[in-house]
C-alpha cells in the first residue's frame, strides 16, 4: 500500500502540474518557435529582423539552442510532447531536491512537493525557464554531495547545456558563489553548525577551478563572450524589473495567497532548524537568498518552493519520528485499524484529486487554434484573423500591443511588429532609453502617435482591457480601492485618445480582447 501511495503522489504531481500548464500559453512561444523553424532552413540570424523597431540591429539570443530544441519537438510531434515536457521538469526538479537532502523519497516528503507545486502553480507554463529549475536542482545536488564525490568534473557539461537552452545558467554561478562564501565562513565557526557536511579548503578551492572552467565553457556559442554581456543586461536592468509582471515584487498585485502560506511555513521551519543546528552555513545562506529574491521578483517564488521543500519535508519527518519514539503514540500509529484508516482515505482522496486535474487538461495539439486557451491570456486570436485576411501575404508594418509581439511574430510572419518579448530588456533605442521604455512613451506619451507616424506602421493593434487576473477576497483585503483602481482602470492611453481625435487613422476592428486601426494615408 506504501509503493502503491507513492507511486499515485508522483503522478498526482506531474498531472496537477499538466493541467496548469494545458490551460495556460507562454505569450512568448510564437518568436521562440519562429528563431528555431528559421534555423532548420538555414537562416541564424544575428540581427532582428521580426520588428521595424529594431530591423537590422544586433540580437543575441540568449535562448538560441532553446529555440533550436522547440522546433525540433514541435515540427515533429506539434504542442503536445511540448506541454508534456515542459510539465515533467519542474515535478523532476522537485522530487530531485526531496533526494538531495534525503536517503530515499518518502510519503512525506512528496506530500511537500505537492504543497509546494501547489503554492506556485501561477509560475508554471511552457516555457524554456522550465528548465532552469531541473538544473538548479541537478547543481545542488552535485554541490551537497561534495566532498565526498568529485560532482564537478560535471559541471561544464551541465553548464554549457543550461546556457544554451536559457539565460537562467547565472543563476548556477552565483549558488556556488553561496556554498563556496558558506563553506569560508563555516570554517571559522567550527563547532556551532553541522561541520561535517562542510567543505575543507582543498574542496573550496578545487569548486573555484571547476567554476571557472565551467564558465568557460558557455563560451561556446555562436555569440561568444557577448552571451555573457547580454545576461548580465538582463540582472541589471531595472526598468525592465519593474514593468514586467513577472519581475515585479511578489508583494505587488496580484499577490498569489498560496505563496504567503509557503512562505510562512518556510520562514517558520527554517528558523526551528537553526536553533537545533540542523542546517549548514550555505543552506542557511541559500534559503536567504532565496526568500529574499522571492520577495522581490514574482518569478523567483519557484526557486523558493524548491529551497523550502525539504526543509519542509525534513521538519516534519522529524516530527513523525519523534512521535514514534513516545510508546503510547507508536502503539496508536502501529495499531491495523489507524493504519487502514489513513490508507482508506488517503487513496481516494489522491484518486480523486487525479481525475479532477486529468478531467482539466486540455490534450492540445494545435495550441494556436485551441480558442480555451487563447481566450484564458487572452491573445488577440480573431484581430489576427481579420488582419491576415486583409493584408494576405504581403508585407506590412505593425505597431503592436507588447505582451502579444511573440503571438504576432508567429500567426503573422509577413508583419513586422514594433516590439517583442525578445527585446524587452537589452534592446536600446538610444544610448539612454531602452525600446521598452521608448514603447511606454509612445503608448503614454502626448507625441506618440506622431512617432507612429513618422515610422511606416499601417496598422495599430492594441488590447481593449488590462491583462490582470480580477481581484479575489485576499487581494481586496491587502489592496484598497483606489489601489486596484489604478491596476484596472480603463480609461484610454493617450495613444488611444489620439487615435480617436485622429482623421488619419480608422478604426476598423474590434471585440472583447483588441482594436485595430488602419492608416488612412501617410504624411
Not at 132 to 142: E, Q, T, V
Not at 303 to 331: D, E, G, W
Amino acid at each position: 500500500m506504501r509503493s502503491t501511495i507513492k507511486i499515485l503522489l508522483i503522478l498526482l504531481g506531474f498531472v496537477s502540474i499538466l493541467y496548469v500548464n494545458s490551460n495556460f500559453m507562454d505569450p512568448d512561444l510564437g518568436w521562440h518557435l519562429r528563431f528555431g523553424k528559421e534555423f532548420s532552413e538555414g537562416n541564424f540570424s544575428y540581427v532582428d529582423t521580426y520588428t521595424w523597431g529594431y530591423y537590422g540591429q544586433s540580437w543575441i539570443n540568449h535562448e538560441w539552442g532553446g529555440d533550436i530544441f522547440l522546433w525540433q519537438v514541435y515540427s515533429r510531434f506539434d504542442y503536445l510532447p511540448l506541454l508534456l515536457l515542459m510539465s515533467i521538469l519542474p515535478w523532476a526538479a522537485f522530487l530531485i531536491m526531496n533526494r538531495v537532502f534525503q536517503k530515499r523519497i518518502t510519503i512525506t516528503s512528496l506530500v511537500a512537493a505537492l504543497f509546494a507545486a501547489w503554492a506556485v502553480h501561477h509560475i508554471f507554463s511552457v516555457r524554456l525557464a522550465s528548465f532552469s529549475s531541473l538544473f538548479l536542482a541537478i547543481l545542488l545536488w552535485n554541490l551537497e554531495r561534495l566532498p565526498a564525490k568529485k560532482t564537478y568534473y560535471f559541471w561544464p557539461i551541465l553548464f554549457w547545456v543550461w546556457s544554451a537552452l536559457h539565460g537562467s545558467w547565472a543563476l548556477g554561478f552565483i549558488v556556488i558563489g553561496v556554498y563556496v562564501v558558506g563553506n569560508l565562513v563555516a570554517l571559522s565557526l567550527r563547532g556551532s553548525t553541522q561541520m561535517d557536511k562542510n567543505w575543507p579548503l582543498k574542496t573550496t578551492l578545487r569548486v573555484g577551478l571547476w567554476s571557472v572552467i565551467s564558465l568557460i565553457a558557455t563560451l561556446i556559442n555562436p555569440y561568444g563572450i557577448d552571451l555573457w554581456k547580454e545576461v548580465l543586461a538582463y540582472l541589471t536592468n531595472n526598468y525592465y524589473k519593474a514593468h514586467i509582471t513577472e519581475w515585479v515584487p511578489s508583494y505587488t498585485y496580484p499577490v498569489y495567497w498560496q505563496t504567503i502560506i509557503l512562505a510562512g511555513i518556510g520562514i517558520a521551519f527554517f528558523i526551528l532548524a537553526l536553533r537545533h543546528k540542523k542546517l549548514t552555513v550555505p543552506q542557511a545562506l541559500l534559503f536567504v537568498l532565496f526568500f529574499v529574491s522571492a520577495a522581490k521578483y514574482k518569478r523567483q517564488v519557484l526557486y523558493f518552493a524548491m529551497i523550502a521543500l525539504p526543509l519542509i519535508s525534513l521538519t516534519v519527518q522529524s516530527a513523525h519520528n519523534q512521535l514514534l519514539n513516545n510508546p503510547k503514540a507508536r502503539a496508536i500509529i502501529d495499531a491495523k485499524i489507524a493504519k487502514w484508516t489513513v490508507w482508506g482515505l488517503s487513496l481516494p482522496l489522491i484518486v480523486l484529486l487525479m481525475i479532477y486535474h486529468l478531467s482539466g487538461v486540455r490534450w492540445v495539439t494545435d495550441v494556436w487554434a485551441d480558442e480555451v486557451i487563447l481566450r484564458e491570456y487572452p491573445m488577440p486570436a480573431e484581430a489576427a484573423k481579420f488582419l491576415k485576411q486583409k493584408i494576405g501575404v504581403s508585407n506590412t508594418f505593425l505597431f503592436n500591443e507588447f505582451a502579444w509581439g511573440g503571438y504576432l511574430n508567429w500567426i503573422l510572419p509577413q508583419a513586422k511588429i514594433f516590439l517583442g518579448g525578445q527585446g524587452t530588456a537589452t534592446w536600446r533605442f538610444s544610448e539612454k532609453e531602452t525600446m521598452l521604455e521608448r514603447y511606454h512613451k509612445i503608448i503614454s506619451g502626448p507625441d506618440g502617435l506622431k512617432e507612429i507616424e513618422s515610422g511606416p506602421s499601417q496598422y495599430i493593434i492594441l488590447a481593449k482591457s488590462v491583462n490582470l487576473p480580477l481581484p479575489d477576497s485576499v487581494n481586496r483585503l491587502l489592496f484598497n480601492e483606489a489601489e486596484l483602481n489604478k491596476y484596472f482602470n480603463n480609461s484610454q492611453t493617450e495613444l488611444e485618445q489620439s487615435l480617436t481625435n485622429s482623421k488619419r487613422w480608422k478604426l476598423i476592428y474590434e471585440d472583447g480582447v483588441a482594436r485595430v486601426w488602419e492608416r488612412e494615408s501617410k504624411l
